[in-house]
């Protein structure tokens, strides 16, 4: 129903409506959503929040995609210009089978570049998640002008943070033979592995909305986006022989940074929080008593966190513009 016919709705009713005379208080901001070319890639992207407020960058990680954020992105749209793209390989992003796409994060990091480009985004702040984080870092690294802040929630720069879920994974890059990328497709890349993700270490496994984990499992079951899925799980050992690097960015470049972090995740666990302070000695460090996907069952908690932290390290509408 549209505000003018639910205001003649209610006038005809006889009830006033207060919001159409302050709208500004009940008013909530519009995630739109678009697609553009970048890099050969057709990515798809959610946006929200005025254009000329400084821009935050939301990046998701496996399996999910822009759709993990929908509970953040309006909570911050009020004072920033919120962008969120899906990665290649990921959500709704199309590639098209002429690009011969080689799916490594090298690549994905390449594209996102491009992405920022089309959109003639210069400086952001940086909320990665899960492999969000290699790639965005990948970003930083190359470009640390353009970095204002980092928000990194379950996303991993440190050896000391891969858990022990892992296992199969490491097992995969030491022998990368089709008996062992057989394992992961059967146990990994179904309903039940995606379930498990999203609620494992959550206290009330009913708070997690199942949309979330059987919207990436219908994406996954995609033709041809198993493969891609398991090519990235060969290519994850690339992120960790770069973590020296990502360290060196940090202690050079020593970003105001915020980890705020699901404490009970299997994947990434807390000690990969902890070890970002080893190299930005003021890096805020936040645990929440949930699993990997924090922002399912605490998206009030980590925006609050995240505002209070960005506001505090300059990064405001009153600062700063996010497009060129």
């Keep these: 129903m549209s505000q003018a016919r639910s205001t003649q709705t209610a006038k005809s009713s006889g009830l006033a409506l207060e919001t159409t005379q302050r709208p500004s208080e009940f008013s909530v901001p519009i995630t739109s959503v678009h697609r553009v070319e970048a890099d050969g890639v057709r990515v798809f992207y959610r946006a929200a929040g005025d254009p000329s407020s400084p821009v935050v960058l939301l990046l998701h990680g496996f399996p999910t995609s822009s759709f993990m954020f929908r509970e953040l992105i309006p909570r911050l749209a009020d004072d920033y210009r919120v962008i969120v793209p899906d990665l290649p390989g990921f959500g709704f992003t199309e590639v098209p089978a002429e690009r011969e796409y080689i799916y490594s994060f ?3 990091a390449a594209t996102l570049n491009a992405f920022l480009q089309a959109l003639k985004i210069r400086r952001f702040a940086l909320y990665v998640f899960d492999y969000g984080a290699p790639t965005g870092f990948r970003l930083a690294m190359a470009h640390p002008d353009r970095v204002t802040a980092i928000v990194s929630q379950n996303g991993n720069a440190y050896e000391e ?7 199969p994974i490491r097992k995969y890059w030491a022998e990368p033979t089709s008996e062992n990328r057989e394992v992961l497709r059967q146990n990994i890349l179904t309903l039940e592995g995606t379930r498990w993700q999203y609620t494992h270490g959550v206290g009330d496994v009913e ?10 499992t219908a994406l996954l079951e995609r033709p041809g986006n198993k493969d891609i899925q398991l090519d990235l799980f060969l290519d994850y050992a690339s992120n960790v022989k770069l973590y020296p690097a990502f360290q060196d960015y940090f202690r ?11 404490k009970n995740d299997p994947f990434f666990v807390p000690a990969g929080a902890e070890a970002f302070r080893r190299d930005i000695p003021n890096a805020r460090v936040e645990f929440l008593d949930t699993g990997h996907f924090a922002i399912e069952t605490h998206f009030v908690e980590i925006a609050a966190v995240m505002k209070e932290f960005l506001a505090a390290n300059g990064v405001s509408p009153r600062t700063e513009s996010g497009a060129s």
């Design 106 to 108: 090298d690549r994905l």
């Design 161 to 167: 943070g891969l858990g022990d879920a892992w296992g």
């Design 207 to 216: 708070s997690v909305p199942p949309e979330s984990y059987t919207l990436d």
């Design 252 to 262: 050079k470049a020593k970003p105001p940074l915020l980890a705020i972090w699901g």
